[in-house]
């Protein structure tokens, strides 16, 4: 299935997760998530686990964690 | 008898403050409703301490607390999905935090149906789903919805989703979902619309994850509130589509959400929400403590799941019998184990125990299967080796050899079937991988691939359950040639 990550279409196997398709994108951004120096976002701006299951067509991103004042 | 009269005025006024003297006789006072709901918990039980403290500490001060699941309950922590009585940890802790309802997520699946029959057997809260048609299956059939009452007049209708892939099943090993037919939740739910007609108050509690969510808000503007699942999403600011609140805590019990309904003459008249991260409370439930305890201290995890004649050493003989448990458990032609995957470097002649499987793969890694041909099958061969510098995945269903090119560049890739013949270049094959190799390894491949819904140990632990004894001494089926 096609998915994007931070706008770069990914082509991964069906029932990926998040996190297959960060991993595909970036090894080293992979890590940075499972780390948590970067988090998975959705296109609504929530965060999503890298064990979410991905749907064909979705948009993530991954990006630094947002602020918890 | 003047501080008789003043005693007299006071109590009339105090009578009079109480019955609302000056009230409109018509106005009803707004009830408050207190949804606590997880979502994805795959067998997470470490936070279920303070989510049982949380949630008794909620009753104690207010009437009407329900505790809801929105799926997935089971599969991602040994503890509860690797011992004989699977699944089974998860119900116990859900019945001792008093859970009012959960619905189907398809990691429910991964029990298989008669495991599944038990453990809705033995939760004190049913299991919904208005979907699933299971007339021809062993499961039983689940109620699709099921009605909470707050109080003598508040009834809070909740209809249970689950999500289905292309192929129309749940993501899991479809041998799990056998007989069970399946229709699109979206449409589906449009079946109960009369749900808000009847009850006053639709909530959604659903396996789809937050973009069927949305089409499903879209779809269903009736609906008060879809408390989601599925895609581990953390809504910390509220969502709202189409006028229906959308709500999901995240995964693996790290948060909790809590949505308050304020509810006037029946109906909802104002939605508050948040997730509560359960690191932040600090205390827990004692009694659940030591439940959980003793589930995390499962002697199982010590016993013997087969034995190994030899000691097994390097990566040849341990990736030999991973992948040989891939195209045993998956009924594939062949198995790729890139070396990386195998943790440690040997396991002693005698017994291996589970624990010794999760120190050999501690990942959690799913296998994905593709169909493929000689030569994708060659290109994802060629790049391991020109990635790794060397011979990187073991292998299982056929033997390979290459040439190096010199420089580390992939030559003459030579692969052969057990009885010594060639692949037939035009046949395609059944391939079994993690989905580590699935995810970043570039090689050739029409087939997009697909998850199987089971994980590398899994397939692992129950090939050697089923072998009882195996013998890997001087296996070696990848080999760099002269």
Known sequence: ?69 | MTKYFSGMLTAMMLFFATIGFSQDPEKVEPVEVIILHTNDMHAKIDNFPKLAYLADSLRKIHPYVFLVSAGDNFTGNPVVDMIPDKGYPMIDLMNHCGFDVSCFGNHEFDLGQDFLNKRIGQANFPFICCNLDASGAILKQPKPYVVLNAGPDITLAFLGLIQLDANGLPSSHPSKMTGIRFSDGVSKALDFRWLKEKYNILILLTHLGVEEDVRLADSLPEADLIIGGHSHTLIEKSMTENGVRIVQAGSNLKYVGKTVLTIEKGKITGIRDEVVPLSAIKNSNKEMEDLVKKYNENEEFSKVVGVTETKMEGAGELGSLMTDALTDQLKVDFAFQNNGGIRIQSIEKGNITLKDIYKLDPFGNQVVIFKMKADEIKSLICYAYQLEKGIDLQVSGMTYSVKDNGNHQCGEVAMKLPCGKKLDPSKEYSVAMNNYIAATYKFDHRDPGNAASVTTAEALINFLKSKKTVDYSGVNRALLKP
């Open chain 1, 1 to 69: 299935m096609l998915v994007t990550v931070n706008k770069k279409r990914i082509e991964i196997f069906n029932g990926a997760t998040a996190g297959d398709a960060v991993l595909a994108y970036s090894g080293p951004s992979f890590l940075r998530v499972m780390n948590s120096t970067l988090v998975i976002y959705d296109r609504f701006g929530n965060e999503t686990d890298p064990g979410g299951a991905l749907m064909e067509g979705a948009d993530i991103y991954i990006k630094k964690p947002k602020r918890h004042d």
